[in-house]
């Protein structure tokens, strides 16, 4: 985390290895610029340092944006019924790469989910 921070001069509030291997780093809000770097610069940089792919996800208190916000590039229509977040999918494309082979893609958004919103649990659905 202090090697993230001295490269990218940016706040980070957590950082983990998913499911996947990927290391996630969570930055404050408003941070995710200053962490990425001109063109994806300190990411390539981070990647090759550490010679693992890497994550970098801007944390949100609203769990809605926080979800678009872990995503991110796949465009999701989303709402909240109590503890369970509704993930729409415009094709069968998206809900195929939301959703994962067996689902791992899937859980291993809700165990991050979970992390921050305790009792927080998704379910996708299709237009």
Do not use: W
Not at 31 to 49: C, D, F, P, W, Y
């Amino acid at each position: 985390m202090s090697l993230f921070e001295t490269l990218t001069h940016a706040n980070v509030k957590d950082c983990f290895v998913d499911v996947h291997n990927t290391l996630v780093f969570l930055v404050e809000e408003n941070n995710i610029g200053r962490a990425i770097g001109k063109k994806g610069a300190n990411v390539r940089r981070l990647e090759t340092m550490l010679n693992r792919k890497i994550k970098i996800v801007e944390f949100n208190s609203n769990v809605l944006t926080f979800m678009r916000n872990l995503v991110m590039p796949l465009r999701l229509e989303m709402a909240q019924e109590g503890n369970t977040v509704l993930l729409s999918c415009k094709d069968t494309k998206t809900a195929g790469l939301l959703i994962g082979r067996n689902a791992q893609n899937l859980r291993n958004y809700e165990e991050i989910v979970q992390r921050y919103f305790p009792q927080t649990t998704l379910k996708v659905q299709k237009n």
